[in-house]
């Protein structure tokens, strides 16, 4: 059962192209599929488009070729008014974690759940749950402005997770935290992964990269590919 | 602390957001005290020309008293007292009978609805602004009496006939309607209310002006916030909400404000025009309870054109 989980596409990329200018492509032609629970490493030199590849995704820019498919849905054909269910189904981490700053912590982990419609007070509730979790229970009335880069980070996971996302897009979430905190929210990534949300995670981290046992891929000169590493052990396989 | 509620989107730092209720205050306040002045003007033009239309003056001429003192029977000048008694009461008792019969004429006629003779006292002070204000001057004015009668508004009152029935009591009975010289008031109060109309119109344009550049400005200096609220899944209806709510409530502060100023402003019109007679207290004019409506619908009314504005304004710049 699980097998069969894991071999569901949930994200289908065909000869996707995007590009920074006429002769520097972020992707050309790329043909990629993610599947349905899967946990993946994005990696590649700054400023390859690693960030413009979620992007894709979340359907923040829209290819200059090809298809993007996601949940089964073409994004080409995705209407604005569809725009915002679709995007309720996916949780998106950000590397400046861009939370409201009029906000205390509680209100910025409940916003997705109010914005989805639920009732303020239950998403409250699941919001200290969730900040508990992320081990931030005792800051629910702090504003961000009085936290930590490491703790923002938690608090901007928190909030992708709330509404327990099918896909969860983290762009160098561990990017301004240190070594400690890094591991911490992977922790938390891993447990998220184990109740089925697939995971994308773009980061610089090698020493995250090489410990958890995940497929890296690497993006490259336009091109999405599995590291050497990965290729082994799936060949192996 | 955690507040009850909470809004994604923060207004406060907005410098003509804090304005709102100090604008809208004044705006509120010019626009009730102009539709009171157009109200107040309307109402009493349209109930003083509904009761002209159908309302005439007859004026039976005074005793012939002049004549009397200075002619005898031949057209000489009269010599005996006795004789000029005598002539002055039967002049008296001719013109008691013109009025009999005047009135009777009208009473007869089934198309008038009221017949009043006017108090002489009454005539009287209406001429001493322009004859004198010495009581014996203008007790010894060959004043006419003056019959005020109204007529069945949408009868068939036949003046012809009337003037035709009058002219064999008393050939100098004349009949006055009002239409010739009223017309012109009329148009002036037309003029009045046009002009506050207008000047109405004027001040919700400028209040709908200042809602899009306020909107806009709030909607700009949020742009980080919208963007992530919509990656979130947040739809443009409930962008738009956001922004509706705190407008409203300051539009609504503002708009109060602005109607319990109008308050004691709307009261003191009403007292000087009750004192300088402009308009007849029957009328109510500026009273508060014919404004009262104006009072409480205006600040209503003004928030609902900020919400429809504001909406329609987030909405359009976030469509684009």
Redesign the interface.
């Known amino acids: 059962m699980q097998n069969i989980k894991k071999q569901q596409e949930i994200i289908r990329l065909d000869r996707v192209g995007l590009y920074y200018t006429k002769d520097t492509p972020i992707c050309f032609n790329l043909d990629f599929s993610f599947f349905a629970g899967g946990f993946y490493f994005l990696t590649g030199p700054s400023g390859v488009g690693k960030t413009s590849l979620l992007k894709l995704i979340y359907k923040e820019v829209t290819p200059m070729s090809g298809l993007v498919r996601v949940f089964g849905k073409d994004l080409s054909k995705l209407s604005a008014q569809e725009l915002p269910n679709f995007r309720q189904k996916m949780g998106l981490v950000f590397q400046d974690c861009r939370l409201l700053d009029h906000l205390n912590t509680l209100d910025n982990v409940a916003l997705p759940m109010k914005i989805a419609g639920s009732d303020l007070k239950k998403a409250r509730v699941y919001a200290k749950e969730l900040l508990h979790w992320v081990g931030l229970g005792q800051h629910i009335d702090a504003f961000p402005s009085t936290l930590s880069d490491g703790q923002k980070q938690r608090i901007g996971i928190a909030r992708a997770v709330i509404t327990r996302p099918k896909l969860l897009l983290a762009d160098e979430p561990t990017g301004n935290v240190d070594d400690i905190s890094a591991f911490k929210m992977m922790s938390l990534f891993e447990e998220l992964n184990k109740i089925g949300t697939t995971i994308i995670l773009a980061t610089h981290n090698r020493q995250i990269v090489s410990t958890f046992p995940y497929p890296e891929l690497q993006l490259y000169h336009g091109q999405l590919s599995y590291s050497q590493q990965d290729q082994y052990s799936m060949s192996g396989q | 602390?955690?507040n009850k509620?909470?809004s994604?989107i923060?207004l406060d730092k907005e410098l003509s957001y804090r304005y709102i209720p100090a604008i809208f205050s004044v705006m509120v306040f010019l626009i009730i005290i102009l539709i009171s002045v157009s109200l107040s003007i309307g109402g009493s033009f349209f109930k003083w020309d509904f009761e002209m239309k159908h309302r005439y003056t007859v004026q039976v001429p005074a005793p012939e008293i002049e004549l009397i003192d200075t002619l005898d029977d031949n057209g000489n000048p009269e010599e005996n007292p006795l004789s000029f008694e005598k002539k002055t009461e039967k002049a008296k008792a001719d013109a008691r009978l013109v009025l009999q019969q005047t009135i009777t004429v009208f009473k007869s006629d089934p198309q008038v609805i009221r017949v009043d003779v006017v108090d002489p006292k009454k005539v009287q002070k209406l001429v001493r602004p322009f004859i004198s204000t010495n009581t014996e001057t203008l007790d010894s004015l060959p004043l006419p009496t003056l019959i005020e009668i109204d007529v069945r508004p949408g009868g068939k009152f036949n003046l012809n006939a009337t003037l035709l029935k009058l002219k064999n009591i008393h050939e100098n009975i004349q009949v006055d309607h009002q239409d010739k010289w009223q017309q012109s008031i009329k148009n002036f109060g037309q003029a009045i209310k046009f002009v506050s109309y207008l000047f109405i119109s004027l001040i919700v344009l400028c209040l709908i002006a200042l809602m899009i550049l306020i909107t806009k400005s709030a909607v700009h200096s949020n742009k980080?916030?919208i963007d992530?609220?919509?990656?979130?899944?947040?739809?443009n209806n409930?962008i738009a909400h956001l922004y509706q709510m705190p407008i409203v409530k300051s539009t609504l502060m503002g708009g109060f404000i602005g109607s319990l100023l109008a308050l004691p402003v709307i009261y003191g019109f009403s007292l000087l025009a009750k004192s300088i007679g402009l308009l007849s207290s029957e009328s109510m004019a500026f009273s508060l309870s014919n404004n009262l409506s104006v009072i409480i619908a205006t600040p209503l009314i003004i928030a609902l054109i900020s919400f429809i504005t504001t909406r329609i304004t987030v909405m359009r710049s976030l469509?684009r």
Do not use: D, P
């Not at chain 2, 992530?228 to 739809?235: E, I, T």
């Open positions: 602390m955690t509620y909470f994604e923060s980080k916030v992530v609220l919509r990656l979130m899944g947040a739809r409930y469509n």
